[in-house]
């Protein structure tokens, strides 16, 4: 029951998954395929910026002036759109002092025909001598009229002679009630004036709605001019700073992608990897820098690809002429031994004297040639390590019989401690007595007074094996040297100690080889101590030379 | 009648060491020159012991050495293999082969007779 829950549980948590996984490859599948549309397309533009055959300067030159330009033109622009928006407002500013001016003319005109009707109307002469005489005042705001108006000259012209028409009625009207005509003075008020009046007083009126009504389209015209300027400014803002994050980016990435090319070059280069070119398409100090580059790294790859030949055939060669020179010698050996044996007969006690000195010279040489032969075996990558089953306990007791003889001779004590619960190890049993016989036989060599002292143990699932003596010690800073090939402190006492130099060298490698770890611990006066470790299960793997 | 030991080995010093060691101890010796010849040797005259050089031309020492193993008359005769200190993995290989033992080049005459002795207590049998 709780399984069968559990289940469906986990359908149901599918089926949500996975429904979310479709959608969200769904939505982001358009954008996926805007970007790599983008990346092409960027990838395009930059190629082609960096194949133009131009410096880096001209490069970063043109680009620069470029977006100056673009500054100065969007300057340009602003200054244009400033320019008409100052015209817009004066041209208002012009019409709203006209609509004053018409409103002023309409409220006198207004206002006069009222003073001139109530005159007329009673019939008084003094009044109305006053009343034209205001009239004819109002003749400098006419002028003024023609002076603010450039447009509606015929509507003003229409006023004026309405006017003047309108002055000549009263004027004569005035004359009739002064003469005392008073009926032809009321007949020409009802049959001139009055119309006259009425049509000016429109006149006035439509000079008025006319500026208004301009007025009006006026401030429309000004509200959509202004949205289309305010429109092109940003578009040409935008536009601008599009095209200057576009020129610079891609200005910026025709140099950076090359120079990042170069860098990751010249690092595979550093790390030992010729086999590459960069690939610059640049035309420019950059494309010539990374040509140079190439050149460099094949000539180098070349000079390694030689040293590299030439190394191997000296290690094969070294390796072939030891292995020749053994043979003879190994048989100067046996025939020595033989002689020694008396199997040829009696051997008197000077000539065996003389045949002990032979075997031992005999012996050192076919040491000597034996490190050579290893180290060059070594070099060239051929010495295998044959991996068995072995016991340190044992190696270390062969490592203590082969030199007990000459601790003896010399006098010095031997300590050795072997930890009781050492496992059984997989080695190259011969190469690891050698590594051990080696270290042994050196501080004998170098210990006149004293002791040696061997000591295995168990740590970390490795071997550590230390041989410590009473020697005169290693300074710190000749210690590295000591594991390299041919190098003993003192160059006179390779004669004086015996032995090639060769064996810490060989020891070394073999240790390594082991993917173990070998050093020396030691104070100039306190004696030295030689570790080395070795994994308890070791494979065996390469070292480089 | 003394034991008789095959040395296959193709040069003429090592030969000569053997032979002046061992027939001075009391062995009878067949010498071969080469792989085939040891091979051929030890089917003819099935020696007590045999003692074979690794390094050789043509036939080396543990193809012949598996030759002679893999014939059932013959593969109770002991074979003691020269191991050459240049090619290391050739105990391993050699004891893959068959070989009862192995003495590593360079040898001292004392050291392989010692070998020799483990199989061959008695020279006169």
Partial sequence: MQQNLRSNLLGACKVVLQGQGIGSRLRLAPFRRTARALAGLRETVVAFVARIPARVETKLLVAFLGM????????????SVLGAAHQRTNDLIALQRKIAVYRQVQQDTTTQLYEVSSAMLLSDDKALATALRKLNQFDYDLERLQF????????????????DQFVAVVSEVAELYRAGRIADARQIQLRQAGPLADRLERLTNQL????????????????????????????????????????????????IEPVTQIAARLR??????????????????????????????????????????ASRHKSEFLANTSHELRTPLNAILGYTELVLDEIYGEVPAK???????????????????????DLSKIEAGQLSLSITEYSMKEVVETVIVATEALVAEKQLTFATTIAD????????????????????????????????????????????VAVSDTGPGIAAEDQQAVFEEFRQLDSSSTRIKGGTGLGLAISKRIVELHGGRIWVESEPGEGSTFRFTLPVHASARSVAP | MSKRILIVEDQEDNRRILRDLLTNVGFELIEATTGEEGVRLAERNRPDLILMDVQMPVLDGHEA????????ELRSIPIIVVTSYALSG?????????ADAYVAKPFSPRALLAAIRRFLPDPAG
């Avoid at chain 1, 940003?234 to 140099?255: E, P």
């Fill in chain 1, 351 to 373: 000539i065996r004297e003389v045949l002990e000195r032979v075997q031992s010279n005999g012996r050192h040489l076919l040491g000597l040639i034996n490190d050579v032969l």
């Fill in chain 1, 268 to 309: 595979r280069i550093a790390e030992g990897d010729f086999s590459q070119r960069v690939r610059v398409t640049n035309r420019d100090e950059l494309g010539a820098l990374a040509a140079d580059v190439n050149r460099t790294c094949a000539e180098l790859g070349y000079l390694y690809e030689q040293l590299e030949a």
């Fill in chain 1, 421 to 464: 619960d050492l496992p059984r190890g997989e080695g190259d049993e011969r190469r690891i007595t050698q590594v051990l016989l080696n270290l042994v036989g050196n501080a004998i060599k170098f210990t006149e007074s004293g002791g040696i002292a061997v000591d295995a143990t168990l740590s970390d699932g490795s071997f550590q």
């Fill in chain 1, 68 to 79: 100056l330009a673009l500054l100065v033109a969007l300057g340009a622009v602003g200054l």
């Fill in chain 1, 148 to 163: 603010v108006n450039a447009e509606d000259v015929a509507l003003s012209s229409q006023v004026r002679r309405t006017y």
């Fill in chain 2, 65 to 72: 050495t598996q030759r002679i193993k893999s014939q059932p």
């Fill in chain 2, 90 to 98: 050739d105990e391993a290989k050699a004891m893959a082969a068959g």
């Fill in chain 1, 208 to 255: 008025v709605n006319r500026a208004e009504a301009e007025m009006l389209t006026s401030i429309t015209t000004g509200r959509r001019s202004y949205t289309a300027s305010q429109t092109a400014v940003i578009a040409f803002v935008c536009g601008s700073v599009i095209l200057a994050l576009v020129l610079g980016y891609v200005i910026s990435w025709s140099l």
